[in-house]
């Protein structure tokens, strides 16, 4: 028997299975992220595939604001990342988009869970979570640039 410190048992804490299946996507996508982000930035370090933006001009586009950046590469932005995934350099750019994208999933895997339980205001909540974060990532609330 475990004893804390005030020497009383210590209380077991049991996750419920909406945590338990939250934190079994979020703990498979934050390893195929970060496989994805590590094996696209070793791919484009190494030249395994050819990039729009040579590693060897990197250090002088460094210094570059965001927009100069933009116009000197003629890099995409928003979504037309994906349009420009034969390029080396934007190989990495799939592991971000996995990270940044499985909170999405998770509550995704969630629904099927509230449902069969018939709790409709988590349900309801999941929801709408997801529409707020399928909301933030297409861009339409960006500012104009």
């Given at each position: 028997?475990?004893?804390?410190?005030?020497?009383?048992?210590?209380?077991?804490?049991?996750?419920?299975?909406?945590?338990?299946?939250?934190?079994?996507?979020?703990?498979?996508?934050?390893?195929?992220?970060?496989?994805?982000?590590?094996?696209?930035?070793?791919?484009?370090?190494?030249?395994?595939?050819?990039?729009?933006v040579p590693l060897a001009k990197m250090?002088?586009?460094?210094?570059?604001?965001?927009?100069?950046?933009?116009?000197?590469?003629?890099?995409?932005?928003?979504?037309?990342?994906?349009?420009?995934?034969?390029?080396?350099?934007?190989?990495?750019?799939?592991?971000?988009?996995?990270?940044?994208?499985?909170?999405?999933l998770c509550f995704i895997a969630l629904l099927p869970l509230y449902a069969a339980?018939?709790?409709?205001?988590?349900?309801?909540?999941?929801?709408?979570?997801?529409?707020?974060?399928?909301?933030?990532?297409?861009?339409?609330?960006?500012?104009?640039?």
């Amino acid at each position: 028997m475990e004893l804390e410190k005030s020497g009383e048992p210590a209380q077991r804490v049991h996750a419920s299975p909406e945590q338990l299946r939250y934190a079994r996507v979020l703990d498979a996508g934050m390893k195929l992220g970060l496989g994805a982000l590590a094996g696209g930035f070793l791919a484009y370090v190494f030249g395994l595939v050819p990039a729009h933006v040579p590693l060897a001009k990197m250090p002088e586009l460094w210094t570059l604001a965001a927009p100069d950046y933009l116009r000197a590469t003629g890099a995409p932005q928003g979504w037309g990342w994906l349009a420009t995934l034969g390029s080396g350099d934007a190989w990495p750019l799939v592991g971000i988009a996995i990270l940044s994208g499985v909170s999405l999933l998770c509550f995704i895997a969630l629904l099927p869970l509230y449902a069969a339980r018939r709790d409709w205001v988590y349900f309801a909540i999941a929801v709408l979570e997801i529409g707020v974060l399928l909301l933030a990532a297409s861009g339409i609330l960006t500012a104009a640039h």
